[in-house]
């Protein structure tokens, strides 16, 4: 196997270059272990291209010469076996006999050992010498300890060894590297760079993951792919094709393995869901026993373990499967789908016959969509027989609806490329006005989560008006995402039409699902123009309706809905709470297209309820499940929140890198172009940039145009205002606070109104009384059930505004809580401010006493009260009913917070706390 590109490696190509850059030094030795086509001759074949002033010795472990001891080593050797003469007389004869095939006695292994490491030293005596075995394990075992043996010997020497063995395969006292599977975007590369022509998005994303990160099976895959293929204009294959390299590779692992073992084997392969039951039915149906695999077990192939079968290698699997006849592979489906139950295991059976079905088969297609209905056996499942049942069907309009529904289940599985690639093939296939609005409606809604946002209205704009006369609910729908669509990309000013047409729509007696999405758009369309008597009732009906939703109606994307109605007429914990019901629900169905939105709201309530902790911890949730459902768009939006959130705290490494993480990919004036503005905006505040941040605020939206992030820029106005009060030309500021003041006014939200009062204090001449007012109104309207890192905010700028009034005694009661509330809220940056505006102050102050209690918030403090008591972090995650992923970032803050590096220390700090009786009194 030769791979020119080394994609995806350059970790182990760093460590090849730095064996060899060192061998001049001191010798050494490097293992690379990997799955067959993982690209560890390609490696290899880099180190020998590398290895420019070095003597090579390269040979490959032969399977044929497995029972020939010392086969590898006799070629590996023969080159340089006229420097044999330098050895020692004994060490000559004994590596002499054993290369003439009379073997080594077990007491001699160690003296044949360093004969070879003799020869080694003496031909690398002019230049240092590089010696290779590739897949050192599938040669003979005696060669394989023997340059174990000399690899560990090597200090002494200008001699390096580069070994390669499969995956499972060890050698102790050697550096290792696991080449791991490539990512998307290296294996798309990959596609690209052997291909003559770019493939299509959605095809070079469907080969990433039929390639499952194996670099010889892309390259496979890649020279079998056909134009049409590759234009994306017929199915793409499945897995990698049974000729290529990958192929061979597993065909000679598998040949030598019994009859028997090799049909067990292919069940097991069929068998994808792996229930032990069903393999033990098969194979006594196939007049054999599940010990039939040991040979199989034996050569790493499988592991057979009391839940099942598992294939540790991820592409063996498929392997298995395609290098099997087509005539057995058949015969096989048959035979596990006649030990199937036909109704508890359905679909499993359904889809077994499938496979083994040539040609079309209405009946069998009719059977395959009954069963995968509604996303039954997991979305992923559901899609792929919903593909076949299209493929069996013999009308054109069962094709297209079939089709439009594989794509629908494949997006809510999570695969967006699989979902793009089916709507392609829809287009050459007849269907209706309905058909083609549907899936306008679904290309439209992956255009918004994972393309380009800009064009996602117009898509879905279309599709609304194509199903508006034949399905109402899916219309609104429809204008629901495109409405998401423009304020995304910033074209707000766009929504008017969205509203006119749901407003067309709306009927006397609307289903609440229906007549939520209609509350909603009019809201989102009335706040946008600034009519906030017609959107507040509007919204506030939505997310009572959202409340309401029960039976079908209660839908992941129902709840969203209501959510975001909720943010925009600030009930913040009702929106919080939809989110969560949303969240909840979509991982329960599995509906990963709707999990990041979900994630995205929650994070926005938990933001402005003043938990900037769970809302971090949220958004990096949704920036697991965005990119893992491959939503670019979701995913920017996620990296812009953490970034305001770091940036929030003054965490300014943090900020940076999650703006260097989105990018430059989001246009200008897109929401995760705004956030990283906004973070960065936040950023140059903390560093005293005032003229800085207010411009960059400023940018955000062009007020009175519709265009830019309008939303965001609300969101953001304490903070322009903030800078803006440093500077004499205020105008930006002054049209923001506006459109803030109309919003908050219209809001029961105290948080809102307390904000705009802080911010026309800010505004309000220096030392007038009219500031003073302002704050002491905005301290009054702050709820003290939340948002205490605001009015923590208002504290410092009351009592830096006092100070400078001349006032220190006024001054510091403020500044004294504002440093308390940072200090237990870890943001040390605002917490120095505080300090630092104390002493100008005229007061001394040094590092706040708190006990470790008050330096918690409350699941901080109750994990850490458990870790105290000896709970281990799995026990905490059952009892405090938390992912232990969620109980390991909060015992990392504890510790930060409290100074401390181990559960003992922390332990004693509660002991400490117990003891004066600070611990009760929280």
Known sequence: ??????????????????????????????????????????????????????????????????????????????????????????????????????????????????????????????????????????????????????????????????????????????????????????????????????????????????????????????????????????????????????????????????????????????????????????????????????????????????????????????????????????????????????????????????????????????????????????????????????????????????LLAAARYAWAAGRPGQARLLLDRLRAVPADRTVTGRADLLRGELELRCDNASVASATLLSAAGAVAGTDRALALAALVRAGEAVCFAGDQYRYAEVGRRAWALRRPNDPPAIELMSFLVAGVAATLRGDHERAGPALRRAVVLGGRLTGPALTPTALTCAAAAGLVVAVDGAAHRLAERAVGLARARGELSMLSRALELRAVAEYWLGWHEAAAETSRDGLRVARAAGQVNCANVHLGMLAVLAAVRADRDTSLRRIREIGEAPTPGSRPHALAGWALAVLDLVDGRHAEAAARLASLARLGTGRGQVLVQVMATPYLVEAAAHLAHRPAATAALAVFDRWASSTASPLRRALSARCHALLAPRGSAEAEREFHTALRLHPTEAGTFERARTELLFGQELRRRRRPRDARAHLHQARETFTLLGASCWAEQATAELRAAGESVGPPDLPAARLLTGQQLRIAQLVAEGATNREIAARMFLSTRTVDHHLRNVFHRLGIRSRTELARAFAADRQVGLTSER
């Open 1 to 402: 196997m030769q791979i020119t590109v080394l994609r995806g490696r350059d970790d182990e190509c760093r460590a090849v270059r730095s064996l060899l850059d060192g061998v001049t030094d001191a010798g050494g030795a490097l293992l690379l272990r990997g799955e067959p086509g993982s690209g560890r001759s390609a490696l290899v074949g880099y180190a020998h291209r590398y290895a420019t002033t070095c003597t090579v010795l390269a040979a490959t472990g032969v399977a044929e010469e497995s029972a020939l001891p010392y086969a590898g080593l006799q070629r590996l050797l023969d080159p340089v076996l006229d420097r044999a003469t330098a050895l020692p007389e004994q060490q000559w004869h004994l590596l002499r006999r054993v290369l003439d095939g009379e073997g080594c006695p077990t007491d001699r292994q160690l003296a044949l050992s360093m004969a070879v490491l003799g020869l080694l030293a003496a031909a690398s005596r002019d230049r240092p010498l590089l010696a290779t075995m590739d897949d050192v394990d599938r040669g003979d075992p005696p060669t394989a300890r023997v340059l174990a043996c000399v690899a560990r010997r090597l200090r002494q020497v200008p001699v390096a060894v580069l070994l390669t063995a499969d995956v499972t395969a060890t050698v102790d006292g050697i550096p290792a590297h696991r080449l791991r599977p490539l990512d998307e975007r290296e294996s798309v590369a990959l596609l690209t760079d052997r291909l003559p022509e770019r493939p299509a998005p959605p095809v070079a994303a469907t080969l990433a993951v039929v390639g499952g990160g194996n670099p010889q099976a892309l390259v496979d895959l890649a020279d079998a792919l056909t134009p049409g293929q590759g234009r994306g204009e017929e199915p793409l294959p499945t897995a990698p094709p049974a000729d290529g390299a990958l192929g061979r590779a597993y065909r000679a692992r598998l040949d030598p393995l019994p009859p028997e073992t090799r049909r067990m084997l292919l069940l097991a392969a069929l068998d994808e869901d792996g229930e032990p039951s069903t393999l033990i039915r098969a194979a006594a149906a196939a007049g054999t026993a599940v010990e039939a695999l040991a040979p199989a077990e034996v050569a790493g192939l499988i592991r057979v373990e009391p839940h099942g079968v598992t294939f540790p290698q991820p592409l063996a699997r498929a392997m298995v499967a395609a290098s099997a006849p087509l005539a057995e592979r058949r015969a096989a489906h048959r035979l596990l789908a006649s030990v199937l139950d036909s109704d508890g295991q359905r679909l499993r059976r359904a889809m077994h016959l499938a496979a083994a079905t040539a040609g079309t088969d209405p009946a069998l297609a009719d059977e395959l969509e009954q069963a995968a209905a509604g996303g039954e056996g997991g979305w992923g499942s559901a899609s792929a027989a919903l593909r076949r049942a299209a493929e069996l069907s013999d009308h054109p309009a069962h094709v297209s609806a079939r």
